[in-house]
């Protein structure tokens, strides 16, 4: 019998009649969408340390004056800190973009072909995969 690590019963993709390719594609899709939210990770780290720095350079502004180099410093308030990282976007811009649009629809996405191929089911492949290694561990026991 096959075991569910919550109750005992047939696990949630027993049932699910997929081929290798809807198999393969589900798991891939998954893969990404992980990805996907890695990704939102990294842009969340760079904008946390591109802000730190740009405090560090605010700090320099606040030194450069005081040391008497008011061209520096005037520089430095006017060109630097206001600029945008890329393409005149701040960066709690561009996490903010990322998440509401790019993250959301893969979600949505990934999410309607999980629901239309394996009725909602995520992670089949792992599912499966561990069922197999439970019953190889009862019948081998």
Known sequence: MPINSDNGEHPPDADLDLSDAELDALHNLQLGIEHVHRAYGSLLEFHHRLGHAMDRVSDAEDELREAGH?????????????????????????????????????????????????????????????????????DDG
């Open 70 to 138: 008011e061209e520096w410093a005037d520089a430095i308030r006017d060109d630097h800190l206001p600029a945008g990282a890329v393409s005149d976007q701040w960066t709690y811009e561009l996490v903010e973009e990322f998440s509401a649009e790019f993250v959301a629809e893969m979600d949505e996405f990934e999410t309607a072909v999980r629901n239309e191929l394996a009725d909602g089911v995520g992670h089949v492949r792992e599912r499966r995969q561990q069922r197999r290694i439970r019953e190889r561990a009862v």
